[in-house]
């Protein structure tokens, strides 16, 4: 058997060695290709940048929005720890961002309030009611916590009655105007109000009805959700929203709650005074079942038994 074998010549002449060294080599090749495809990919984000399409606005929004909320949040927390200096620093950088945004303004004038800067938040104030809103009630709230401040007691109440029935904590208002009519000696509607302050407190879908405010700052600026949001407050808020949060744990908290035992106290003084003291000796006992180290309502019903060893019982109130 015969086998041939062929070869191919290497051509070892100058001009083949020339031919090689001058053709590009692959890296070179694909370097060229990628800075090609760089300098059409900054042609195509220029031409963008000039037409500037919804869905490029849409995207730099969201993102205005995020380190604004990121702020925000910061400035919260700092809030809630009493820590004032650091939550004014906060909303200040939030506001820089989104200058319009109501409830960054709201809580900044709560800031400067708490730090003593009363000018200063009703200046923040003033400026977030002339913005377009559907927090208007809790502006209106601040003023007249300022107010308050200020020593300006009829101005405000006139500011807490305004938000009676609003998104407002209702317990809180309520119990703001009751504070205030207690100082006037306004018995009668100091009495009305801290029986709806209880009536808020006792209030089992409290939970979710703070839930749904809570969103109202975060989505702010979505007007979709806020739709959904005011929806669901327009048609009422029932026992089985609250489901999720269990109601058996929501009533047994409300059975320990000393801000309820505290709201008893006050309905107890304010029955001493109109001389009703079988409400009395009630409220005072309903406090120290809540709450049984509160040393008021104990003080109260040894107050209550020494006058009723000392008053007559046809002059007492039953």
Known sequence: MCCLFFTIPVDGSPQSQKRRHSSPSRRQTVLTWFLVLVWLALISFGA???????????WGHQGVQAESQSYKQYGDGFLHQGDY???ITYYQKALQIT????????????AYTYSGFLQEADRVLKAASRLESNRKDLIGFNLGEL???QGKTEEAIRYYKEAIGSKVDQGLVYRKLGLLYLDAKRYDEALEAFENTLASQTDVNLSYK?????SL???????????????????????????????KIIRHLQQIDPEIAKTHNHLAYIQVQRKDYSSTAQHYQKSLEIWPGNTDARNGMDYLSKMRREVPPTDLKH
């Open 217 to 247: 700052d975060d989505y702010e600026d979505d007007p979709v959700t806020l739709k959904i949001i005011e929806a669901q407050f327009s048609c009422g808020i029932s026992t089985g929203d609250s489901a999720s949060y269990d109601l």
């Open 48 to 58: 963008i940048s000039l037409t500037n399409p919804n869905w490029l606005q849409e």
């Open 99 to 110: 200058p319009q945004r109501v409830s960054i303004m709201i809580n900044l004038a709560v």
């Open 147 to 149: 107010l308050e401040r």
């Open 210 to 214: 703070d839930m749904l405010n809570r």
């Open 85 to 87: 200096r650091r939550a």
